[in-house]
């Protein structure tokens, strides 16, 4: 990018930032059977990336290199994958003090993981057990109970495919991979004006001005 910007513009005061963190599995995903890394592997790996930017003599000076610890996303993938016992948790940060935990200087990961232990003190289950740990396919996961429109056999699938390395090609040009998202939730396939077959997409309000098709082919009438 900053090559290419120095090319273009003739200017080699051409600046990138790059902004990362340590990944947290998320429910209704193919990665909600992951195992979320420890925070201290999470800020290890974060350490050898900016020595590495850093060590760039061409182009370490022009990134700006912006990251976030380990430790929230401990907290993050807590509540992220948390059953109703995790409230327990929640409560007992408030009762300790936590307020405004998205701002860094607010945020306390000793005083969560307190919170944890006084909550989890009379439960078989620990922090890591919500957050580092893998699940098996036949785990019975807190949020099954409700429907986000996709088949959760099909994500077991592609969580079997990211495991093996196996890329998944793009269902907008391949037979359907049957979801589920199509036929519960109403989504049609619709072809855009360069004759390239696109996914439907819902219609977006601009300003006020109403709803218009979202989209490169705003310009064509759609419905829906």
Request: overall charge negative.
């Amino acid at each position: 990018v900053i090559a290419t910007g120095r090319e273009v513009t003739g200017s080699r005061d051409i600046r990138c930032t790059v902004s990362i963190g340590g990944f947290v599995p998320k429910p209704h995903t193919p990665f909600q059977w992951a195992g979320q890394l420890d925070h201290e592997t999470t800020d290890a790996r974060l350490r050898k990336l900016r020595d590495a930017i850093r060590a760039d003599r061409k182009y370490g000076k022009s990134i700006g290199f912006r990251y976030h610890d380990g430790k929230p996303g401990i907290v993050e993938g807590l509540l992220s994958r948390g059953d109703r016992r995790v409230g327990a948790v929640i409560e007992q940060a408030w009762r300790d003090g936590a307020r405004f935990d998205g701002w860094s200087e607010h945020f306390s990961f000793e005083r969560w993981m307190g919170a944890a232990q006084t909550a989890f003190a009379e439960q078989v289950v620990d922090v890591d057990w919500y957050t580092t740990r893998e699940r098996e396919q036949t785990e019975v996961l807190p949020w099954d109970h409700l429907d986000s429109g996709l088949d959760k056999d099909w994500l077991w699938e592609d969580w079997q495919d990211a495991l093996a390395e196996v890329e998944v090609e793009d269902c907008r040009w391949t037979p359907c991979f049957d979801c589920g998202v199509c036929d519960q939730m109403g989504t049609e396939i619709q072809v855009g004006p360069t004759g390239i077959t696109l996914l439907g997409m819902p219609a977006l309000p601009v300003r006020g001005e109403g709803l218009v098709p979202a989209g490169a082919a705003a310009a064509e009438s759609t419905e829906g």
